[in-house]
């Protein structure tokens, strides 16, 4: 899926964001007023990187090697030929995480001009997705930075809230990173994909 120009609100050259999509939809209006009116759907992931730099609240970098890391799926929320919501999920980041079957929503990012409820319901509709793609995947997890967010939509779906983590300021130690764009402390949110017998 290629970003045409008119696809999305985006931001002006001064990074000012623009008040409302470039293009006016065939049906008539462009902007959603329901998060039911959207289809939800798979999207490559250039374009859900791409998305993300756009409305991410902290975290606007993502290179697509780095998030396409097997299990891996990337998502959109469309309306009227406007894309207005974004996904990425991959194998999680946490080294001693990985080999556990689970799966880690890396990125999501909702434009401002999606209607309300918009993350509740595309969680919702993407963790049912994930189940039928993945059928081995046991568990989806998330990471809430306690400085800007709550954790709403992950209550609102149902998730469980585990301890709050110490802020991070680099990657493993075993080699040098970059310093990470929030040093906030995490909530790390889980969710089970699999009946527990």
Not at 51 to 74: D, K
Request: glycine residues 8%; charged residues 20%.
């Amino acid at each position: 899926m290629a970003i045409r120009e008119t696809a999305y609100p985006y931001l002006r050259g001064d990074g000012v964001p623009v008040a409302s999509p470039l293009f006016q939809g065939e049906g008539g209006g462009s902007i959603p007023t329901s998060p039911l009116q959207f289809e939800f759907k798979e999207c490559d992931v250039v374009t859900a990187c791409q998305l993300v730099s756009l409305w991410h609240s902290r975290l606007p970098r993502i290179e697509p090697g780095n998030a396409n890391m097997y299990p891996a799926v990337f998502y959109v929320a469309e309306f009227d030929e406007g894309l207005f919501a974004t996904a990425i999920w991959s194998q999680p980041v946490a080294r001693l995480l990985n080999g556990r079957n689970w799966i880690e929503l890396r990125r999501f990012a909702i434009s401002p001009q999606a209607p309300r409820n918009t993350a509740s319901r595309m969680l919702s509709w993407m963790v049912k997705d994930i189940r039928r793609k993945f059928p081995k995947v046991e568990r989806a997890i998330s990471y809430q930075d306690t400085e800007v967010h709550h954790g709403t939509i992950y209550k609102a779906s149902g998730w469980t809230a585990g301890k709050e983590s110490g802020s991070i300021g680099t990657g493993w130690n075993s080699r040098p990173r970059n310093t990470m764009q929030s040093t906030a402390p995490k909530v790390r949110w889980e969710y089970p994909l699999v009946e527990v017998e």
